[in-house]
């Protein structure tokens, strides 16, 4: 039983860590009713920044305090995200409203592949390191419950505490405040949002902007995992089940997604994985996802679409 908890818990601090990177694509999808494919790619770009700056910062201004270089570091980059948000809507959103859907996922794959190439441009191709303090070494838990105690890793757990309040907090914004009730305004139906005076391509700035900002923390706490490298994008791809699991326009969804992933990923290499020869980590997830498919597309929480012919 105690390794039992032990696999769960790793499996829920690492769904939360999928839930925050799959809020990203739920909010641009909610805003604009197109499914973002670049989420990954701002993961990284977020993460580069980070990374970087919190390098050449101390330089710059001649000083060596790891905290003040990792706040101006993330301000540095939050900004970052928030001109990259306006530049998108500028060039890019701004001349495909009310077009097909299909034409704006397209966009949304162009502008991955930008910044992709944009982020190794300016901020290199090596294998960087984010320090933001959090603790490496594991805990025991429980000792007095279980012999020997549980296991637990202190990073994955303050990185889980800090992905469920930020969750917490974006959910609680998107339903709560005017602009969050606007945003949702704009997902239903752009024309209909327009004509009642709510400015679309500021709505567009700040969700785009929003999703940065999960994606910068995101990218934060994965880099500092697993350093940052190409293959965060990769990583950040495995929100794409989550969000078809629990819903394209559900926060909730996309919450309770992230956890069946997590604890299913985990639990399955344990107890399955010597029955496929290992690995069932790496493709469970999508493996569940098509099930989903299958059986109810519109994911757990989703709006079921019905047209009339």
């Known amino acids: 039983m105690g390794f039992f908890l032990e696999t769960l818990f790793g499996g829920l ?7 925050l ?6 909010l641009i999808y909610k805003a ?3 499914f973002n494919f670049a989420q990954g790619a701002m993961v990284l770009f977020a993460a580069l920044a980070m990374a970087r700056f919190a390098e050449w910062i101390p330089k710059w201004l001649g000083f060596d305090n790891l905290i ?5 570091a993330f301000c540095v980059a939050m900004a970052l995200m928030v001109v990259l948000a306006w530049v998108i809507e500028r060039l890019c959103l701004s001349r495909l409203v009310n077009q097909e859907g299909i034409t704006l996922l397209m966009a949304t794959l162009g502008i991955s592949y930008f910044l992709d190439g944009l982020g ?3 901020f290199g191709n090596d294998i960087y390191s984010i320090n933001v303090g959090m603790p490496k070494e594991p805990a025991m838990i429980l000792e007095g419950m279980f012999e020997g105690g549980l296991l637990i890793s202190k990073e994955d757990l303050v990185a889980a505490l800090i992905a469920a309040g930020l969750v917490l907090a974006l959910a ?4 709560k405040t005017t602009t969050g009730r606007a945003l949702r ?3 239903d139906d752009h024309q209909a949002a327009q004509s009642i005076g ?3 391509n500021r709505i567009w700035v700040i969700v785009w902007s929003v999703a940065g900002f999960a994606a910068l923390v995101a990218g934060i706490i994965w880099g500092s995992k697993l350093g940052v490298q190409f293959s965060l994008s990769l990583v950040a791809l495995k929100a794409l089940p989550v969000v078809i699991l629990g819903g394209l326009t559900s926060v909730p969804g996309a919450i309770l997604g992230g956890l069946i992933i997590g604890v299913g990923e985990k639990l399955s290499e344990i107890y399955l994985g010597s029955f496929f020869g290992g690995g069932i980590e790496i493709w469970f997830a999508y493996v569940l996802a098509l099930g989903f498919l299958l059986v109810r597309p519109q994911g757990l929480f989703g709006e079921k679409i019905i047209d009339r012919v």
């Open 13 to 19: 601090m690492a769904g939360m860590l999928y839930s």
């Open 21 to 26: 990177i799959a809020l990203g694509f739920v």
């Open 32 to 34: 604009s009713g197109v």
């Open 68 to 72: 003040v270089a990792n706040l101006l």
């Open 120 to 122: 190794q441009t300016l």
């Open 172 to 175: 609680l914004f998107f339903q």
């Open 185 to 187: 305004a704009v997902a």
């Open 198 to 200: 709510i400015p679309l």
